[in-house]
């Protein structure tokens, strides 16, 4: 079974330290064998406060980091010596040092400035939340730090955005560990979506929208009923009755991202689903998630997710004893 360990830092905040047990402990197979066993971690093995007003206790020491498969760095606000000089105290450094080579890394919000102060993040891409871009990008000016999405698969390590987006990238390690069909009952189970269009600009504070102001979800649940058609930027403004300018504008307050962009994830997240779920060929696919041929669909699925149709398929769809064969494949 796939051990998680989830290392819990001084002043870790409960949200997020509580999404990987939660997340990765109701993942089961088709027979309801769990699928991953989590196990909670601190640097000592002593108890440790949290943000809130309550400390917390584990049955485990560092020395769990040595068996992990995965380990998961949840956020905390006291990063000390780490968020000013970009330095890890020596007892974390020390812990960090048992880490296996080639265990998975995951990092919950502020916890990328532990993986980037250890140097694990060098020349890669990541993010973190966005309140705190700006100061990782000056002490971390080495990490290619994408501050608009919502996660960043690099393979062996893994960067979430700030809180909900900790609870999106475990269930996206699910998803890419197991498919669609377990990442989805976990989802359902958590009550939360399986997937979350958008990144972070869509969360960054701005002034807000007069009252009167329409929204364009109506629009969005529109175009969403119609995917197959081919949608244009006048069609989804003269659905939501605004101006050209005015739609684009406001869809992108919204969403983070212009209509075009959004309504080609849309696509790609109906073609997945399809190409998990059903025995169509991939022109048909093509067709029924609005990229009209195979070829269309096969671009955008290499610059996207990274793999073609086909090779998706092999990687995503059940085989017969109920699991898929997803063996780490991006998407």
Not at 194 to 205: H, K, L, N, S, T
Request: with cysteine; net charge neutral.
């Amino acid at each position: 079974m796939h051990r998680v360990v989830v290392l819990a830092l001084d002043g870790v905040i409960p949200f997020e330290l509580g999404i990987p047990s939660r997340v990765f402990g109701m993942a089961r197979d088709a027979a309801g064998e769990h699928l991953y066993e989590v196990l909670t971690c601190t640097v000592d093995g002593g108890a440790v406060e949290t943000d809130a007003d309550f400390s917390i206790s584990v049955d485990h020491g560092a020395e769990a980091l040595t068996t992990a498969d995965t380990v998961v760095i949840p956020a905390t606000h006291r990063l000390g010596p780490i968020a000013r000089e970009g330095v890890l105290p020596p007892h974390l450094a020390d812990a960090l040092a048992l880490i296996r080579p080639g265990t998975r890394l995951v990092s919950i919000c502020t916890a990328a400035y532990v993986l980037a102060a250890a140097g694990l993040l060098d020349g890669r891409p990541a993010t973190t939340h966005w309140s705190w871009t700006e100061r990782f990008q000056k002490l971390f000016p080495q990490v290619k730090l994408d501050p608009d999405v919502l996660f960043v698969d690099d393979g062996d390590i893994l960067t979430s955005a700030g809180v909900a987006a900790g609870v999106d990238l475990c269930l996206y390690i699910v998803r890419r560990d197991h498919g669609s069909e377990v990442a989805n009952r976990v989802a359902r189970s958590c009550v939360v979506p399986p997937w979350r269009d958008g990144g972070q600009a869509q969360f960054i504070e701005r002034p807000m929208p007069e009252e009167s102001a329409a929204t364009t979800a109506t629009t969005r649940a529109w175009a969403l009923e119609r995917l197959h058609l081919p949608l244009s930027l006048v069609d989804l403004a003269t659905h939501a009755r605004m101006s050209r300018r005015t739609f684009t504008r406001r869809f992108r307050d919204e969403v983070g991202l212009s209509p075009g962009q959004w309504l080609v994830l849309q696509r790609l997240e109906l073609a997945r689903r399809l190409l998990e779920t059903s025995d169509l060929a991939v022109d048909a696919v093509a067709v029924q998630a609005g990229f009209g041929t195979a070829a269309s669909l096969r671009q955008h699925m290499q610059n996207t997710v990274g793999v073609s149709p086909m090779a998706y398929r092999r990687t995503f769809r059940p085989v017969a004893n109920g699991l898929s064969r997803a063996a780490g494949a991006r998407g």
